[in-house]
Structure formats: C-alpha cells, structure tokens
C-alpha cells in the first residue's frame, strides 16, 4: 500500500476511509502508551492481533512487535494499521464517489460539513420530551469523536496531523457508533438554528452524511476522517 495515493493533487477537503474502529481505538492507545514510556502496550497488541502483524510485515517492517523498529511517524503507523482493504490490498471504497465528493466539498468555512452541522445544530425542542434515546446528544458527541479523537483537546498533541505525504487524521469511529450517528442524524431530535448561514445548507449535509454512513455500515466498517490542506 502506497501513501502517496493519499496525497496532492486536488483531494477532497475532508475525506471518510473505511476503517477497523475498534483496531483504530487499540492502535492509538498503544501508540500513547509507547510515546509515554509503555512500550509493553504496542508489543501486546502485535503479537496478539495476527492480522495486524502480518500486514506491518507486508509493508516491510521486520519485528513489528518494536515499536522501535517502525521508522514511520504516529499518523502513517495509525492509518496503514487500521485502513480496511479489499481483497486486492487497495483501500476500500465504501461510497459512491459522487457522494464522497459532495461529502468532502462544502462551501463554507474550512470546507468541512463536519464544522458546518457543529455550528448550526441544535436540539429539536418539540421533540424533547418523546426523545427518549437523547439522538441529539449522540449527533453531538459522535461529531466530536469523528472531528476530534486524533487532535489536541482528546490526545493533548497534534503529531497525527502531521504525517507523511501530508497524513492529517482528525479521528474516527466503529462500525457501532457508525450505526449510531446513522440512526440519530435520520431521527427527529434535532433541528437547525435560525442563523443557518445557507438556506438548507443542514437538510443537505445530513442527506449526504446519512448516506455515507448508511454505506460505511453496509459494509460494515468503521470510517476514518481526513482533512487535505
């Protein structure tokens, strides 16, 4: 798997990659751990998980149990983990790429509909009552888990969004909290606030956002966020 795919040219400003969010999850600890003097951590998930040995080798690493011995930086090492592939080894394609561009390209602030539905989301409060599930609170939550589980304010560095061939992983989710924010974004327990910059921007990003998700589940993957400069 070559990282250069994943760089220049005119990429989307934000793209979703299929993923093993839970690897995801055990990855990024491990990493941490390593960075904070564990170094038992990494090893323990190597040597337990075949897969995640076996593909590290592939891409030429020897001993991939050493954290040591793996000269790529946390971003690469996190993203060539945990990227879901197809049977001939290239990156999954889980939507349709009309719809991941429409996904990746929106015409607002930084260009992320991600930041878009933060700003302008709100709880349905005539749903507030018979929103038993709290939807809104799960849109919120899983916004924040997707944009932000990689960055500063979840890490307290910014080193995964500084990788090779301009790596910027923001986060990721599951294939649980895939379903979930699928669910909770088709509910009723939100609404839209009355400064919404463009008329029907929100109905527009939930639509599209409902579908790649829809898509990531059918396939059962979870789903990395990336941003390009």
Same mark, same amino acid.
């Given at each position: 798997? *070559? /990282? ?15 993923? &093993?969010?839970? /690897? +995801?999850?055990?990855? @990024? ?10 170094? *038992? ?10 897969? #995640? ?19 790529? &930086?946390?971003?690469?090492? @996190?993203?060539?983990?945990? /990227?879901? @592939? %197809?049977?001939?080894?290239?990156? @999954? ?38 929103? %038993? ?12 888990? /997707? ?33 979930? #924010?699928?669910? +909770?974004?088709?509910?009723? %327990? ?13 109905? &527009?990003? %939930? ?12 396939? &059962? ?9």
């Amino acid at each position: 798997m *070559e /990282l250069d795919q994943f760089a220049g040219g005119t990429p989307p400003f934000i793209t979703l990659d299929a993923c &093993d969010g839970d /690897l +995801a999850e055990a990855v @990024l600890t491990a990493i941490e751990a390593h960075t904070n003097g564990n170094t *038992e951590e990494w090893t323990k998930l190597v040597k337990k998980n075949n897969a #995640l040995q076996s593909r590290l080798m592939q891409q030429g690493i020897d001993q991939p149990e050493n954290r040591e011995n793996i000269s790529w &930086d946390d971003s690469t090492l @996190l993203f060539t983990s945990c /990227l879901e @592939l %197809s049977n001939d080894g290239k990156p @999954l394609v889980f939507a349709d790429p009309i719809l991941r561009e429409k996904v990746g390209r929106f015409p607002w602030g930084d260009g992320s509909l991600i930041s878009y539905m933060h700003e302008f989301i709100r709880p349905n409060s005539q749903r507030k009552q018979q929103d %038993s599930g709290n939807g809104y609170e799960t849109i919120v939550k899983l916004l924040e888990v /997707l944009s932000q589980r990689c960055g500063p304010t979840h890490v307290g560095h910014d080193r995964y969004q500084n990788g090779t061939a301009g790596m910027d992983i923001k986060g990721f989710l599951n294939s649980q909290q895939v379903k979930e #924010l699928r669910l +909770a974004l088709s509910g009723r %327990s939100w609404s839209v606030t009355a400064d919404e910059v463009i008329d029907g921007g929100m109905r &527009d990003v %939930s639509r599209n956002m409902i579908a790649i998700l829809r898509a990531a589940e059918r396939r &059962d993957v979870g789903v990395f966020l990336r941003t390009h400069s």
